[in-house]
C-alpha cells in the first residue's frame, strides 16, 4: 500500500508560480511511476505531468514548457513545479501512484491517489 498526501496549493495571480508536493509512504518509493492529474468542477481528471523511476517525464500539451516535475526518492517525494500560471490552470490537483517502470496518461493506469490539493488562479 501507498499513501500520498499533496501541498502546496493555493491561491495565486495569473503568471505566477506554485509547487506542489506529494510525499508518499511506503520503502518502494523509488519504483513507482508517479503523476500528477487535475480536475476542474464540472469536468474529468485530466493528465497533467509524469515522471518513471528513471526520471524520464511527459507532459501535457497544456502544461509544457511551464511545469517541471520532479522526484526525490531520498525523502519520498514528487514535486510539481508551476510557473506562468494561467486561470484555466485552476483545479483539484492529485498525485497518483503506479508500480513499475512506466508511467500512463489514463486514470486508470495508476493505483494509488491522494486527496487532493486547489490551485486557484486569479485573472
Known amino acids: 500500500q501507498v499513501q500520498l498526501v499533496e501541498s502546496g496549493g493555493g491561491l495565486v495571480q495569473a503568471g505566477g508560480s506554485l509547487r506542489l508536493s506529494c510525499e508518499a509512504s511506503g520503502r518502494s518509493f523509488s519504483s513507482y511511476a508517479m503523476s500528477w492529474f487535475r480536475q476542474a468542477p464540472g469536468m474529468e481528471r485530466e493528465f497533467v505531468a509524469s515522471i518513471s523511476w528513471f526520471r524520464s517525464t511527459r507532459y501535457a500539451d497544456s502544461v509544457k514548457g511551464r511545469f517541471t516535475i520532479s522526484r526525490d526518492n531520498a525523502k519520498n517525494t514528487v514535486y510539481l513545479q508551476m510557473n506562468s500560471l494561467k486561470p484555466e490552470d485552476s483545479a483539484e490537483y492529485y498525485c497518483?501512484?503506479?508500480?513499475?517502470?512506466?508511467?500512463?496518461?489514463?486514470?486508470?493506469?495508476?493505483?494509488?491517489w491522494g486527496q487532493g490539493t486547489q490551485v486557484t488562479v486569479s485573472s
Open positions: 497518483a501512484a503506479r508500480p513499475g517502470i512506466t508511467t500512463g496518461t489514463r486514470v486508470d493506469d495508476y493505483d494509488y
